[in-house]
């Protein structure tokens, strides 16, 4: 499925996991961010997802694993899995969206280094 927006990615991905029977579910969307295409690609699996954010490059340069360690205090154990410039930015996401759904997150984050895109791409 393919949208212009990302609403509330969360709610929807997560309640599409604990409902859906296939073994993977992919979305895909864009959004335009600081005026260049930002392209999302969103895999669900059973208590898992792993997501991509890139441009029209289309490159796989870096990829963080975060999955929860302690749900009750939100503790999660974060690992570089790719290395290729955007570790931190990765790095920070899995880790929020793992603390966020409680479940093992991936992410792939291939954009540059820039805060004011990070934050765009966050919302």
């Known amino acids: 499925q393919h949208s ?15 409902s ?3 073994l993977v579910s992919v979305r895909t969307c864009s959004r335009t961010v600081a005026g260049m295409e930002v392209k999302f ?11 991509w954010i890139g441009d029209n490059r289309e490159n796989f340069d870096s990829m963080t694993m975060s999955m929860p360690l302690n749900a009750e205090k939100g ?17 920070g996401l899995s880790a929020r969206l793992c603390k966020k759904l409680g479940h093992q997150v991936i ?6 280094a ?4 990070l934050e765009a791409v966050e919302r």
Do not use: F, H
Not at 75 to 91: H, I
Not at 107 to 112: D, I
């Open 4 to 18: 212009n927006t990302l609403e509330a990615p969360d709610k929807k991905i997560m309640s599409s996991v604990e």
């Open 20 to 22: 859906s029977q296939e």
């Open 41 to 51: 690609c969103i895999w669900v699996m059973n208590r898992c997802m792993m997501m």
């Open 75 to 91: 503790s999660v154990a974060t690992a570089n899995m790719l290395s290729g410039g955007a570790e931190d930015a990765s790095a």
């Open 107 to 112: 992410v792939s984050y291939n954009l540059q």
């Open 114 to 117: 820039d805060m004011l895109i």
